[in-house]
């Protein structure tokens, strides 16, 4: 694993530059990431274009033997163009401007912005696609960060319609689909449709979700447009873009399939406070973040490209609810759990703190001073934890071709919206969800991989689907030949594709794996736990279930819990933390696959014929001392990492 920092030449001195690219070098940082927001400096008014500072800037990187990643630099459209093109900027669900002053003030669907995206992206790797210090490229920076992925401007309008039309074809189609006649919402023609915005009340789920796939859509084919530049002008190079925690605005597998490298950013303790429902974990976790908030996202990532994480919290950040320090040991912690997922790069954001604007408040390797702030001792640290692994011959080339992961969870982006558009409980969190029962399976200490519903099952032993709510072709048919166990969990199949409900009842196409129908659902406020005969506590969600097929335990007012058919499992309920655990810790058993119990704040990751242990609790854990340790030994403290050699 490479290490890495996001560094920005233009908030400096130039006579700094080479003296900061030494210091890098010095603490064992090989990759730079720079030039994302940079616009403004690089053309400051229309077509007058500054690129020499970078060049000198690529240039001194260079020469102390730094790989640079170059980020286009679209997600900052400067003052001047707004000014001449006002239509550029997204529009929001009230109909309002997003004004500037900040970033990412673009709709994805002008014309005009991507034709301006065109020519500063064709200018720039036009310039610097042969540069020998350019390893890799970055498009934009982060897609839909503040919530800017919908817009609701005049150009999306138009491509609304374009993309229903030639999805439905016949406008017919699209009135039956959608369930038009209800409310007498019925089109005669496609350029009636209006965008999903302004009602007096709900809107149609299935117009909503036909919004969200489209903007999806535009979001691919924004990026494309820059990826084919780059390939045309910088061929050999990686093209990568970072993406979020958390984040399920888009459809990543899309937008990823044309990218090498899915790299993200991750800030443990940001997430855990801005997204967290679960006022117990941050109690618990709010100097480490959630044991599996990294490890999943990595697992998620991993799926979709090859894995980098480009910005890494390095101490407090700026923008969540509160902003702690991590204690210390977790940056080094963070940046070997992300090797053992098999990311190929760590990178902190950011070089040296910005004592200005909006970030100020960010720290980074570097105090604004330019003395050393203190992660930059956990990053000399793990240089030479680095070396260690190394001379062991690990390394994450090996982590990712010996991937053993026995179980897979389907992530399906489609199913996280449609549970969003219409949770039908307030308290249902369709991402928290899925983590919870990454979260059971981890605590088993076994490792899973995270997969598109496109992917093929072959060699895994258990399979779970959390948020497959619509079943894909690709995934029925490739459950339908699936050898192993499958757990489906409650709300899978409830929706067809354009979100109604399936004549045969839910869970519709799954009905291929197991007799059931869904006859009724709940939604449950927090203060209600349903306990079962033998000893599980629903929470939040229940179904009750017609079959012949007789349920493995039953709630006190008869509803059924828990239906097996073979080898497909059926949970009709959510379950509180405990029951989720054993309930998937019997599953595991099923598959026949080995478990060892993980404290709550324990986490092992079998990688590359070793096995890393993370010790997110308070608490000192013991581990064997059979084992033969190569970092780390039996006492493992908290924030302390261990490897030993497998078997
Ligand atoms: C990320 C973003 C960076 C910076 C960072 C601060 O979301 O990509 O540009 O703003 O957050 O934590």
Not at 473 to 497: E, M, W
Request: glycine share 6%; hydrophobic share 40%; aromatic share 10%.
């Amino acid at each position: 694993m490479k290490l890495g920092v996001c560094y920005y030449p233009e908030h400096w001195p130039e006579s700094q530059w080479p003296e900061d690219a030494k210091r890098m070098r010095d603490m064992g940082i090989s990759v730079v990431r720079i030039g994302e927001f940079a616009w403004s400096r690089l053309e400051p008014t229309r077509d007058s274009f500054k690129l020499d500072w970078l060049q000198r800037a690529l240039d001194v990187l260079h020469a102390e033997g730094l790989e640079v990643v170059l980020g286009t630099p679209t997600a900052t459209p400067p003052k001047w163009l707004v000014d001449e093109e006002p239509s550029i900027l997204a529009i929001d669900e009230n109909g309002n401007a997003k004004g500037f002053g900040s970033r990412r003030h673009y709709c994805f669907s002008s014309a005009v912005y991507r034709r301006e995206c065109h020519r500063i992206v064709e200018k720039i790797v036009k310039k610097f696609g042969n540069h020998p210090a350019i390893s890799t490229w970055q498009t934009d920076n982060e897609y839909g960060c503040h919530s800017t992925i919908a817009s609701y401007s005049a150009d999306a309008l138009d491509a609304f319609r374009l993309w229903c039309k030639a999805r439905y074809i016949r406008i017919e189609n699209l009135n039956e689909l959608w369930g038009n006649v209800f409310w007498s919402m019925e089109y005669t023609s496609f350029d009636q449709i209006p965008l999903p915005m302004l009602s007096v009340t709900e809107l149609n789920p299935a117009h909503r979700l036909a919004f969200w796939r489209f903007s999806s859509d535009q979001v691919a084919a924004f990026n494309r447009l820059q990826v084919e530049l780059i390939r045309l002008h910088s061929p050999g190079r990686d093209v990568m873009h970072n993406y979020m925690g958390n984040f399920t605005e888009f459809d990543h597998y899309t937008t990823g399939a044309d990218l090498e490298i899915a790299a993200w950013d991750n800030y443990p303790l940001g997430f855990l406070d801005r997204d967290g429902i679960n006022e117990d974990h941050l109690k618990k976790w709010y100097r480490t973040g959630h044991p599996d908030s990294s490890a999943f996202h990595h697992d998620l990532y991993r799926g979709i490209g090859r894995l980098w994480v480009i910005e890494q919290q390095p101490g407090p950040v700026n923008w969540a609810p509160h902003n702690p320090a991590p204690i210390s040991g977790m940056v080094r912690l963070w940046a070997l759990e992300a090797m053992a997922h098999g990311a190929e790069l760590m990178s902190w954001f950011r070089w040296r703190q910005l004592p200005k604007a909006q970030e100020q408040m960010h720290t980074g390797l570097l105090l604004p001073d330019g003395t050393e702030d203190q992660a930059a001792e956990e990053v000399r640290e793990l240089g030479t934890d680095l070396q260690v692994l190394a001379s062991k011959g690990i390394s994450t080339t090996d982590i990712n071709e010996n991937s053993t992961a026995q179980v897979a969870i389907v992530f399906d982006y489609a199913g996280d919206q449609m549970l969003r558009i219409q949770p039908q409980g307030i308290n249902y969190g369709p991402l928290e969800w899925v983590q919870e029962v990454y979260t059971a399976i981890r605590r088993c200490g076994v490792d899973t991989d995270i997969v598109s519903p496109q992917a093929t099952l072959d060699g895994y032993q258990l399979v779970v689907l959390a948020n497959s709510i619509a079943i894909e072709p690709a995934l029925q048919k490739n459950l339908k030949s699936f050898k192993g166990q499958i757990i489906i969990g409650p709300r899978c199949g409830s929706k067809t594709d354009e979100y109604s409900i399936p004549m045969t009842l839910p869970p519709g196409l799954l009905q291929d794996l197991l007799p059931i129908k869904v006859t009724r659902v709940e939604s449950l406020p927090d203060f209600v736990e349903l306990t079962t005969a033998n000893g599980y506590t629903a929470v939040r969600w229940r179904e009750k279930v017609s079959t012949e097929l007789v349920a493995e335990s039953s709630f006190d007012d008869g509803w059924g819990f828990y239906y097996c058919h073979g080898s497909v499992h059926y949970l009709n309920a959510c379950l509180d933390s405990d029951s989720l655990l054993h309930f998937v810790e019997a599953r595991l058993k099923d598959a026949e696959i080995e478990t060892i119990m993980c404290s709550e704040g324990l986490r092992l990751r079998r990688a590359g014929g070793y096995v890393f242990a993370f010790n997110y609790g308070p608490q000192t854990e013991q581990l064997s001392p059979d084992y033969h340790y190569v970092l780390g030994c039996e006492t493992l403290k908290p924030a302390d990492v261990a490897v030993w050699r497998e078997g």
